[in-house]
């Protein structure tokens, strides 16, 4: 179907278009029905009056959602009529042909709303319709042309893309994992990846020195307004690399790629502040470092927290990592973990990156040794049959030539609630899941049938 997008009829004053999209709004004045007609672009009025004869019944049968196909020449506003709000608000549309491409039953929420005001639930369950929203087309085009940049840049850069599995061993990032029964192999599960962390390092011993992915993770963890089961990362991964360096470049790619998309970022090159110094000026390792005009702006205040201690006590008492277990110690500590000395003072060569209140990003310089590996899992208290059997293949592919290396994943959500303004990650994800944990449209979680359960070797005992 040959079709103008909505809003540059704008530009096409005295031309004949042919337009498509969705009944917005319809108002009748009587003798004349105005139709907000609206595409992904935006919208424009399309006028129906006496003068368009037979098409005028057709409009007057029109009602929200009906989606409509209407060629007709564009004119300009008479000067009282112009409509400052809107894109198109100069001109409208005389229409010579209309035609009726499908009907909509009423919607079950409204539509001409930002809907922010409505329960999470309807809109979850009709997501397919709160999409409809301009604001949520906003923010998923944001988050397209985020990605797309990020693509750019890295692909400037000399990195490749490539997929890792989804059906995995666990990889821990601090969270529960997801699991998959297996049905060849009774008993056994698969985990949904916490994070590429492990093969991204893989990729590395395999010699590819610069990796990216648009990473989909899955953490099994209690939900807030900026977490969900499931985010997607830039995950990135470059080997002989030093701590200053990555943080460098990613500097650089964030800058690149907002500022590309029109944002100010509040100061360059990004304040860096230990954790030390982070705790003792914000009681906290994120933050915001924007003043009410800022805000008001749309700034993005970005900041680098680094000096992390490597471990804490978990709550049963035994030394965990605070962020990754597969970090680098800095140079400086390394004696101590590989003793296993002095822990509670060992710094990590974690960088967090911190905008507008939110951590959006994270990575570290990666230990490429194996015994450094296994001295983290030593300290909090690990067997030597237990490492082996969780991290054995990366201590043995640590022993055949591992580059230094180091990396970062950028949390894609977290960074398009800062650029959007939005304060909840559902405003950013196309189908996110609800507050309880269900899925939005589709009835998930939910249960199997017994033919299922029985291939799978499962019994549910409730
Ligand atoms: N694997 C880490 C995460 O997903 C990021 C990284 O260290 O590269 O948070």
């Given at each position: 179907?040959?079709?103008?997008?909505?809003?540059?009829t704008?530009?096409?004053?005295?031309?004949?278009?042919n337009?498509?999209?969705?009944?917005?709004v319809?108002?009748?004045h009587?003798?004349?029905?105005?139709?907000?007609?609206?595409?992904?672009?935006?919208?424009?009025?399309?006028?129906?009056?006496?003068?368009?004869?037979?098409l005028?019944?057709?409009?007057?049968?029109?009602?929200?959602?009906?989606?409509?196909?209407?060629?007709?020449?564009?004119?300009?506003?008479?000067?009282?009529?112009?409509?400052?709000?809107?894109?198109?608000?100069?001109?409208?549309?005389?229409?010579?042909?209309l035609?009726?491409?499908?009907?909509?039953?009423?919607?079950?929420?409204?539509?001409?709303?930002?809907?922010?005001?409505?329960?999470?639930?309807?809109?979850?369950?009709?997501?397919?319709?709160?999409?409809?929203?301009?604001?949520?087309?906003?923010?998923?085009?944001l988050?397209?042309?985020?990605?797309?940049?990020?693509?750019?840049?890295?692909?400037?850069?000399?990195?490749?893309?490539?997929?890792?599995?989804?059906l995995?061993?666990?990889?821990?990032?601090?969270?529960?994992?997801?699991?998959?029964?297996?049905?060849?192999?009774?008993?056994?599960?698969f985990?949904?990846?916490?994070?590429?962390?492990?093969?991204?390092?893989?990729?590395?011993?395999?010699?590819?020195?610069?990796?990216?992915?648009?990473?989909?993770c899955?953490?099994?963890?209690?939900?807030?307004?900026?977490?969900?089961?499931?985010?997607?990362?830039?995950?990135?991964?470059?080997?002989?690399?030093?701590q200053?360096?990555?943080?460098?470049?990613?500097?650089?790619m964030?800058?690149?790629v907002?500022?590309?998309?029109?944002?100010?970022?509040?100061?360059?090159?990004?304040?860096?502040f230990?954790?030390?110094?982070?705790?003792?000026?914000?009681?906290a390792?994120?933050?915001?470092?924007?003043?009410?005009?800022?805000?008001?702006?749309?700034?993005?205040?970005?900041?680098?927290?680094?000096?992390?201690?490597?471990?804490?006590?978990?709550?049963?008492?035994?030394?965990?990592?605070?962020?990754?277990?597969?970090?680098?110690?800095?140079?400086e500590?390394?004696?101590?973990?590989?003793?296993?000395?002095?822990?509670?003072?060992?710094?990590?060569?974690?960088?967090d990156?911190?905008?507008?209140?939110?951590?959006?990003?994270?990575?570290?310089?990666?230990?490429?040794?194996?015994?450094?590996?296994k001295?983290?899992?030593?300290?909090?208290?690990?067997?030597?049959?237990?490492?082996?059997?969780?991290?054995?293949?990366?201590?043995?592919?640590?022993?055949?030539?591992?580059?230094?290396?180091?990396?970062?994943?950028h949390?894609?959500?977290?960074n398009?609630?800062?650029?959007?303004?939005?304060?909840?990650?559902?405003?950013?994800?196309?189908?996110?899941?609800?507050?309880?944990?269900r899925?939005?449209?589709?009835?998930?979680?939910?249960?199997?049938?017994?033919?299922q359960?029985?291939?799978?070797?499962?019994?549910?005992e409730?």
């Amino acid at each position: 179907m040959e079709r103008t997008p909505i809003t540059e009829t704008k530009n096409l004053i005295g031309k004949e278009v042919n337009l498509a999209g969705w009944v917005h709004v319809r108002r009748d004045h009587g003798k004349i029905i105005f139709i907000d007609l609206r595409d992904r672009s935006g919208l424009a009025q399309v006028v129906f009056g006496p003068w368009t004869k037979d098409l005028y019944e057709t409009a007057n049968q029109l009602r929200s959602e009906w989606v409509i196909r209407v060629r007709g020449t564009v004119k300009e506003r008479p000067e009282k009529m112009i409509n400052a709000e809107i894109e198109t608000g100069r001109v409208e549309i005389e229409p010579l042909e209309l035609e009726i491409l499908n009907k909509s039953e009423t919607p079950p929420l409204p539509l001409d709303t930002d809907g922010a005001d409505i329960d999470e639930e309807s809109r979850l369950k009709y997501r397919y319709l709160d999409l409809r929203r301009p604001r949520l087309q906003k923010n998923l085009r944001l988050r397209s042309e985020f990605i797309d940049r990020v693509r750019q840049f890295l692909f400037k850069k000399g990195f490749l893309e490539v997929e890792t599995p989804i059906l995995s061993a666990p990889t821990p990032e601090g969270s529960r994992d997801f699991v998959v029964p297996s049905r060849l192999n009774p008993g056994k599960f698969f985990a949904l990846p916490q994070s590429p962390q492990q093969y991204k390092q893989l990729l590395m011993v395999a010699g590819l020195e610069k990796y990216f992915q648009v990473a989909r993770c899955f953490r099994d963890e209690d939900l807030r307004a900026d977490r969900g089961f499931e985010h997607s990362q830039i995950d990135m991964e470059v080997s002989f690399i030093d701590q200053e360096e990555f943080m460098k470049l990613d500097e650089e790619m964030i800058t690149v790629v907002v500022e590309g998309m029109g944002y100010k970022i509040k100061q360059k090159p990004f304040p860096v502040f230990t954790y030390k110094e982070a705790i003792e000026k914000f009681g906290a390792d994120k933050f915001d470092l924007r003043t009410e005009e800022d805000k008001n702006n749309g700034v993005l205040a970005y900041a680098w927290v680094k000096d992390f201690p490597f471990f804490e006590k978990s709550d049963d008492g035994e030394w965990t990592f605070t962020h990754n277990p597969f970090s680098h110690a800095k140079p400086e500590h390394v004696d101590w973990l590989l003793s296993g000395e002095h822990v509670d003072e060992i710094l990590t060569t974690q960088y967090d990156l911190v905008c507008n209140g939110f951590e959006v990003g994270g990575g570290s310089i990666r230990a490429h040794k194996p015994e450094m590996l296994k001295a983290v899992f030593k300290i909090m208290g690990y067997g030597d049959k237990e490492i082996d059997a969780q991290f054995g293949h990366m201590l043995e592919a640590f022993k055949y030539g591992a580059p230094p290396h180091g990396g970062i994943a950028h949390g894609i959500e977290r960074n398009i609630m800062t650029l959007a303004g939005e304060n909840y990650l559902r405003e950013v994800q196309a189908f996110p899941q609800t507050s309880s944990g269900r899925t939005s449209v589709m009835d998930a979680p939910n249960e199997l049938d017994k033919k299922q359960l029985k291939e799978l070797h499962l019994k549910i005992e409730k």
